[in-house]
């Protein structure tokens, strides 16, 4: 494929996410709207199904119960169709969203780059930032998200059985977790505060350190990835080993000590291919046979996750069943 095209994808890429995270701000602004009329009375505004893209844990108990009774969550089924759309997506797509779609990623690589615009600015002494952690502690603090994964997966998938699951998806506290999240953030204690600030300063010093370290989310996406078809593959005989790949993965892979990009860290940005200097050295293969062009990726991404979301919209499974006056009476509940 021309390098032309190649080099349009980390721009393509910046498009996609700046996209997504202004309709998550635009979803926020939404909901706060929805929340204020519920609590306080004004003006009516929808509540945007969308804000239950946020609640990545209820989603999971509602997929749970859905594997066993095959029922939609009627309550969060937006939330519901999210989850499995970024399921699929990674694998089929390298765990794209967390690439392409993910605000929480795209928040994190905004830092990232304020952070690289400070060095810039500061010039020599600060060269040594974005840091990066030695492999005897960032190895292991990589295991943090799995940890916290299999916490969530033994306490839902082992632990909840079905009449649980149906007590949880119908009780108010699942009702109310939309504006619970949003009254954590207006109003966060002063441990979640210091814990934020404590993430947002990690991520300027370590590129992505939500990500690559802490996100549960991420690595279950990462599991379903490995079996996926897409996989970047390393001519070994056309690499000069000038790292700018490496340098350029959000999720600091060893790429030049590789055959294969196979691993979970891998978001599927395809920065690694967009600024590899040498021709056909970095390729984007279906199980490393059949090269494919690397737009594809972001093509396909792009267009299944929104054929998933129509899908939704037209089968009745994005709109919750749960009337406005019902939300409103429970927030008022929760508001104070």
């Given at each position: 494929?021309?390098g ?6 980390p721009?393509l890429r910046r498009?996609?996410q700046?996209?997504f995270?202004?309709?998550s701000?635009f979803?926020?602004?939404r909901?706060?709207?929805?929340f204020q009329w ?5 003006d009516y505004t929808p ?12 989603a999971?108990v ?15 089924p937006a ?6 759309a970024?399921?699929l997506l ?6 794209g969203?967390?690439g ?36 005897w502690?960032?190895?292991?603090l990589?295991l943090?998200?799995?940890?916290l994964l299999?916490?969530?997966?033994y306490?839902?998938?082992?632990q909840m059985d079905?009449?649980a ?9 699942s ?7 949003l009254l954590f953030?207006?109003h ?11 993430l947002?300063?990690?991520?300027l ?9 802490l996100?549960p ?20 005989e056309?690499?000069i080993?000038?790292?700018k790949?490496e ?5 600091a ?7 294969r ?12 291919v ?6 056909d ?8 046979r ?15 996750f929104?054929a998933i ?15 406005d006056?019902?939300f ?7 508001s104070?």
């Amino acid at each position: 494929m021309s390098g032309r095209f190649i080099s349009l994808l980390p721009p393509l890429r910046r498009l996609v996410q700046g996209g997504f995270l202004l309709f998550s701000l635009f979803v926020g602004v939404r909901f706060y709207q929805f929340f204020q009329w519920a609590v306080a009375g004004g003006d009516y505004t929808p509540r945007p199904p969308a804000v239950e893209a946020f609640l990545p844990i209820g989603a999971l108990v509602s997929f749970k119960q859905f594997i066993l009774t095959r029922q939609y969550d009627p309550v969060h089924p937006a939330g519901l169709t999210i989850f499995m759309a970024a399921l699929l997506l990674a694998f089929f797509l390298r765990k794209g969203f967390c690439g392409w779609i993910c605000p929480v990623g795209c928040v994190s690589e905004l830092l990232h780059s304020l952070s690289c615009r400070g060095r810039a600015a500061l010039g020599r002494s600060a060269r040594s930032l974005p840091l990066r952690l030695p492999p005897w502690l960032d190895k292991p603090l990589s295991l943090l998200k799995y940890l916290l994964l299999g916490l969530f997966l033994y306490l839902i998938l082992w632990q909840m059985d079905l009449a649980a699951l149906e007590n949880f998806s119908r009780s108010p506290y699942s009702i109310t977790t939309d504006a619970r999240m949003l009254l954590f953030f207006q109003h966060p204690s002063r441990l979640a505060l210091v814990i934020m600030i404590a993430l947002a300063v990690l991520s300027l010093l370590f590129r992505n350190f939500w990500c690559r370290h802490l996100c549960p989310y991420g690595a279950l996406l990462g599991l379903l990835a490995l079996a996926g078809p897409l996989q970047v593959l390393r001519a070994k005989e056309k690499c000069i080993d000038c790292k700018k790949c490496e340098k350029s993965c959000p999720a600091a892979i060893d790429i030049t000590g590789k055959n294969r990009l196979t691993a979970p860290e891998c978001i599927g940005c395809l920065e690694c291919v967009a600024c590899c200097p040498q021709e056909d050295c970095l390729t984007l293969t279906v199980y490393g046979r059949k090269k494919i062009t690397p737009l594809l990726l972001p093509g396909g991404l792009l267009a299944l996750f929104f054929a998933i979301w129509i899908a939704a919209v037209f089968t009745g499974h994005w709109q919750t069943s749960v009337a406005d006056d019902i939300f409103k009476h429970f927030y008022l509940r929760i508001s104070g």
